[in-house]
């Protein structure tokens, strides 16, 4: 098992630009989250899906949209790029309601630069 | 879910026990203690979790006080690779239905370094 893969690993992108992240797990799990963590501090939650077709607003949504593609797939994109998005992102994953105590497990992570 | 607090960085002397405390006041019977860890520039990784009990795996172990107010994470033996960010989380267990979805929110978490 892969656990959970995101791609790219680096990208840098022009101010206006938009991208899309992807992330996919394969421990057949319910829940997947959308995490940025920038220089010093803790992750702040930017959107999760609690289940295969639903998604919902975290801490930090403004800027981002999320697309829950099937039970696998979970991707985030950026519209129109901003310089305060340059961040490291990190994709995760639980079983979810089906193990209500589950633990989340992660990806390595995006880094992101916007010039 | 509830607030955690834990101290910014502690220092610990290769081989010997790393004991981490965390602060949950105002914990609510049906939320877990969970304990993740980051490593520079790796995702975060899972330690292990408790509801009441004390709770021990191959990485680590976890003692609630009586009063669940509070937890300590211990490293029996801390190695240099034990150098991380560890972080204390509590939330509620996700309903058999599922119901609305749990959100997981990280703080800053404590800078443990492992000294040689």
């Known amino acids: 098992n892969a656990g959970v893969t995101q791609t790219p690993k680096f990208q840098v992108l022009k101010t206006g630009q938009s991208m899309t992240l992807q992330c996919a797990q394969d421990m057949n799990h319910n829940s997947m989250y959308w995490y940025r963590q920038d220089p010093g501090m803790g992750l702040r939650l930017i959107y999760y899906s609690a289940s295969e077709g639903t998604t919902d607003k975290g801490e930090v949504p403004n800027g981002y949209n999320v697309s829950r593609l099937n039970k696998r797939e979970f991707s985030l994109r950026l519209e129109s790029a901003a310089p305060s998005q340059t961040s490291v992102y990190f994709c995760?994953?639980?079983?979810?309601?089906?193990?209500?105590?589950?633990?989340?497990?992660f990806g390595n992570g995006t880094r992101l630069t916007v010039t | 879910d509830a607030k955690t607090t834990q101290p910014p960085s502690m220092d610990c002397a290769e081989g010997r026990a790393a004991n981490l405390p965390c602060n949950h006041s105002t914990i609510s019977g049906n939320e877990y203690v969970y304990w993740y860890r980051q490593i520079h520039s790796q995702g975060p990784q899972y330690i292990i979790h408790?509801?009441?009990n004390n709770e021990t795996n191959e990485m680590a172990s976890l003692i609630i006080t009586e009063d669940r107010k509070s937890s300590t994470l211990i490293l029996p033996h801390a190695t240099l690779r034990d150098t991380a960010v560890y972080y204390c989380?509590?939330?509620?267990?996700?309903?058999?239905?599922?119901?609305?979805?749990?959100?997981?929110?990280f703080g800053s978490g404590t800078q443990l370094t492992v000294l040689p």
């Open positions: 989380i509590v939330r509620v267990a996700d309903s058999p239905l599922g119901g609305s979805a749990r959100q997981l929110t």
């Open positions: 995760a994953s639980r079983a979810g309601h089906t193990r209500g105590n589950s633990p989340l497990h």
């Open positions: 408790g509801l009441k």
